[in-house]
C-alpha cells in the first residue's frame, strides 16, 4: 500500500515557476514508476509526466516538454515537478501517482497507476 501526498499548488502569473511535491508512503519507493496527471475544469485527467523508479527515464506530455521537469529522490521517498514558464491552460488540479512498473517505456496512462493522490490546485493567471 502506497499513500501519496501532494504539495507546493498555489496561485502564479502566468510566466512564473512553481514546484510540486508529492510524498510517498509505504515500502520500497524506488520499486515505483510515478507520475503526475492533471485535470482542467470540464476536460478528462490528462497525463503530464513520469519518471522511472530509479529517476533514470523521464518521459513528457508534448504540451509540457521544455517547460516542466519531474525529479524524485528516493531517500526522502519524494517526487517533484518543476513547473517553469506556466501558461494560463496549466491551470488544473494535478495528482500525484505510483506504478507498480518499475521500468518506463512510455508516458503511463491513467489506469497504469495503482495509486493517487487527493490533488493540488495550480491555478495561472494571465
Known amino acids: 500500500q502506497v499513500q501519496l501526498v501532494e504539495s507546493g499548488g498555489g496561485l502564479v502569473q502566468a510566466g512564473g515557476s512553481l514546484r510540486l511535491s508529492c510524498a510517498a508512503s509505504?515500502?520500497?519507493?524506488?520499486?515505483?514508476?510515478m507520475g503526475w496527471f492533471r485535470r482542467a475544469p470540464g476536460k478528462e485527467r490528462e497525463p503530464v509526466s513520469a519518471?522511472?523508479?530509479?529517476?533514470?527515464?523521464?518521459y513528457y506530455a508534448d504540451a509540457v516538454k521544455g517547460r516542466f521537469s519531474i525529479s524524485r529522490d528516493n531517500a526522502k521517498n519524494t517526487v517533484y515537478l518543476q513547473m517553469n514558464s506556466l501558461k494560463p491552460e496549466d491551470t488544473a488540479v494535478y495528482y500525484c501517482?505510483?506504478?507498480?512498473?518499475?521500468?518506463?517505456?512510455?508516458?503511463?496512462?491513467?489506469?497504469?497507476?495503482?495509486?493517487w493522490g487527493q490533488g493540488t490546485q495550480v491555478t495561472v493567471s494571465s
Open positions: 519518471v522511472s523508479g530509479t529517476g533514470g527515464t523521464r
Open positions: 509505504g515500502r520500497a519507493f524506488s520499486s515505483y514508476s
Open positions: 501517482a505510483a506504478s507498480g512498473k518499475m521500468w518506463l517505456t512510455k508516458l503511463l496512462q491513467r489506469d497504469e497507476y495503482s495509486y
